[in-house]
């Protein structure tokens, strides 16, 4: 029994942020159940390439919807709002990332649903929130890097603002928005009554900003960036410049610091009395920089982290390719391996959580593939879910 057997979640969701939340819940064995609507081709991201999977799906949809199910029903239909009633009774949490004026709109509501089943958990994922001036506002992901000032924060100092690689916000956001529709489910289950939850990208990335927030907050620091994305305050922290290429060091500590000057055969550095401490390596930042990287050079990165490794804190610099054939990424069971219709042996990033027991590994799921099957399940016979198919409610 993986932890989340026998909860129920219902899924509105599309692209990113809300379809990553629900992912970690189906890895952990709840029953995810998108609902799309098959006259719009259900879930955008099904049709976003380059690489597409047949009909109605692709590679990026895959990689966020793995061992859910998916069920065709319009929404807006008075017969499939009947329909999404009855399914509303069977579950625990409905989890949505639509724009902030929508949930009320579409009636996906604590207030719409606890008439068919008072300890519904909603928990509502948006851009900016379902109240306020911009609730009804589309947003996306480095919208938001940008305005929370991460891409002020990002990048060379005398280089144009940079955003994350990825999708930082889209699939931090997704992660809190499931915890707190666990919270809530939780709650509901003690008390017999649930409620309605909101998490924004807008509020996350606010909220990462973190202990930078709390100095300006407090004492009025404005963090900027750092040569060679460095800590904004701890040195060494950085990239340093190795003979092939660059190594991350991190000396988060004096011990580390005086552990790193051992290591590389300058023990002197940790009584210089430039380098003494934190405040002084920070001021003498440049200087100290340019002695690493003249010690660094002399050997190749995989030298130095045979030298470094499990000692002092560091790590190599790899593109995409390196990092995902890493041998230890591969140690770790990284890869999942599955069959998908189109393509057998189909590979994902496999789920962070390590539960000593495999996880569920099934391909994510044809627009409308569990329709037939969920209909019955709430007691539909099979003329009823012919005469929906005919007035295309699923």
């Known amino acids: 029994m993986l932890p989340l057997a026998g909860v129920r979640i219902l899924a509105v969701e599309v692209y990113g942020a809300g379809p990553f939340g629900t992912s970690h819940l189906a890895d952990l064995g709840a029953e995810v159940i998108k609902i799309e609507n098959r006259a719009t081709g259900g879930d955008v991201s099904r049709a976003v390439g380059p690489f597409l999977l047949g009909e109605e799906d692709s590679v990026f949809f895959q990689s966020l919807n793995r061992n859910k199910k998916s069920l065709a029903l319009d929404l807006k239909h008075p017969r499939g709002r009947e329909v999404f009633l009855k399914l509303v009774a069977t579950a625990d949490g409905l989890m949505g990332n639509l724009r902030g004026d929508q949930p009320e709109r579409l009636g996906l509501t604590f207030a719409a649903l606890s008439q068919a089943n008072p300890k519904i958990v909603c928990a ?6 379902r109240d306020g001036a911009r609730k009804s506002w589309p947003g996306y992901d480095y919208l938001m890097q940008g305005e929370a000032g991460w891409l002020y924060l990002s990048g060379e ?3 144009p603002p940079a955003r994350m690689g990825l999708s930082v916000v889209d699939y931090s956001t997704g992660t809190t928005c499931a915890l707190a529709l666990l919270a809530g489910i939780l709650e509901a289950r003690r008390t017999g009554r649930g409620r309605d939850l909101d998490v924004s990208l807008y509020d996350v990335a606010m909220h990462e900003l973190n202990y930078p927030a709390a100095w300006y907050l407090n004492e009025g620091l404005v963090t900027a960036r750092a040569p060679r994305s460095a800590h904004p305050f701890i040195s060494p922290s ?20 005086e552990l790193l000057c051992e290591r590389i055969g300058r023990p002197d550095l940790a009584s210089n009395s430039d380098f003494l401490d934190m405040p002084r390596r920070r001021v ?6 340019q002695v690493l990287d003249s010690e660094f050079q ?5 030298e130095w982290l045979e030298l470094l490794g499990g000692t002092v804190p560091c790590g190599p610099v790899y593109d995409m390719a390196r990092a995902l054939e890493n041998p230890y990424f591969r140690e770790r069971g990284g890869v999942q391996v599955f069959d998908h219709p189109d393509q057998p042996g ?6 962070p959580f390590r539960l000593g027991e495999p996880l569920p590994a099934s391909p994510a799921p044809k627009l409308g593939q569990h329709t037939d099957s969920i209909l019955t399940e709430l007691g539909l016979s099979n003329s009823e879910i012919q005469e929906l198919k005919h007035l295309k409610v699923v």
Do not use: C, E
């Open 346 to 351: 189909f590979k994902l990033v496999a789920s």
């Open 157 to 159: 100092p005398d280089g």
């Open 124 to 129: 509502h994922l948006s851009a900016y929130g």
């Open 238 to 257: 950085q990239l340093q410049r190795t003979r092939d290429g660059w190594i991350f060091v991190m000396a988060q500590t004096q011990r580390f610091w």
């Open 298 to 302: 002399k050997r190749k990165t995989a």
């Open 284 to 289: 003498n930042r440049d200087r100290l920089t």
